[in-house]
């Protein structure tokens, strides 16, 4: 990339009925020698689940980076629609502050989105309880193993109620009980008329519960959606697997 594109990149709000999450990057990367990602596009609409699927290295993780805005360098437009242009964050690696307790990482999440205080208590507890949490809400959560880590950034971004939900590898270190509630309550959201974009290589799962799905490879998209879509643009059969599916692509 040159100087010029550098910082082209441009992200946007903008209040929409017919999708929550408009992508649409040219090339991006980590410095201005060479596009990690190119040519990335795709929409995320209303009650709509949408699986980013790729081997590692393939550049989704750049991908959600760039359309975040944590890259320096990028060219093309990223839109967030919906009622308020609000979106959840759920990282791969959980973010978590060493003075802070669970609950006050809650209330830390709450105050920067302004939520009503009885809104924000029963949303909170209500998360904790579901996902067993309950107990240890006084305690500091960088003590806590990598499953429970991963249960309370789920319980932030299920606090916020977003348009849409950017989920990042987010069955790392889930026990099944765990697994179950976060796909009920995606589930919910999703009926809720949120739109959700999941980053995993859980293909079983994302083959299940995703209505669309965006394959990478090689900083590229090389498959795009419905599994119906993506088995023709494979090469596959009526019937094949996503799992098939991304061994022809990739």
């Known amino acids: 990339m040159d100087n010029e594109n550098k910082n082209m990149l441009k992200t946007s709000i903008e209040p929409q009925t017919d999708y929550v999450l408009r992508v649409a990057i040219q090339q991006a990367g980590y410095d201005q020698a060479a596009s990690v990602i190119r040519d990335i596009a795709f929409d995320v609409r209303p009650g709509e689940m949408i699986g980013l699927i790729g081997p590692n290295g393939a550049g989704k993780s750049t991908t959600i980076k760039t359309l975040l805005g944590l890259l ?3 060219q093309g437009q990223v839109v967030f629609g919906g009622v308020a242009g609000r979106y959840g964050y759920v990282p791969e690696q959980p973010v978590l502050y060493e003075y802070l307790t669970l609950w006050e990482h809650l209330r830390l999440a709450a105050a920067a989105y302004e ?16 996902f067993r949490l309950s107990e240890v809400k006084d305690q500091y959560p960088v003590k806590f193993s990598k499953g429970m880590k991963q249960k309370v950034m789920l319980i932030i971004g299920f606090l916020l109620e977003p348009d849409v939900y950017i989920v990042d590898e987010p069955f790392v270190g889930l026990d099944p009980h765990a697994t179950r509630d976060f796909l009920d309550m995606l589930e919910a959201e999703r009926q809720r008329g949120a739109g959700i974009l999941m980053c995993t290589h859980v293909l079983d799962t994302a083959e299940r519960v995703c209505q669309g799905f965006v394959l990478i490879n090689k900083g590229a998209v090389v498959a795009r959606g419905s599994l119906a879509d993506v088995r023709v643009q494979a090469g596959c059969a009526s019937d094949a697997l996503l799992f098939d599916c991304f061994h022809a692509l990739t």
């Open 72 to 74: 320096k360098y990028g």
């Open 115 to 130: 939520m009503d205080e009885a809104d924000f208590t029963e949303r909170a507890e209500r998360l904790l309880s579901r």
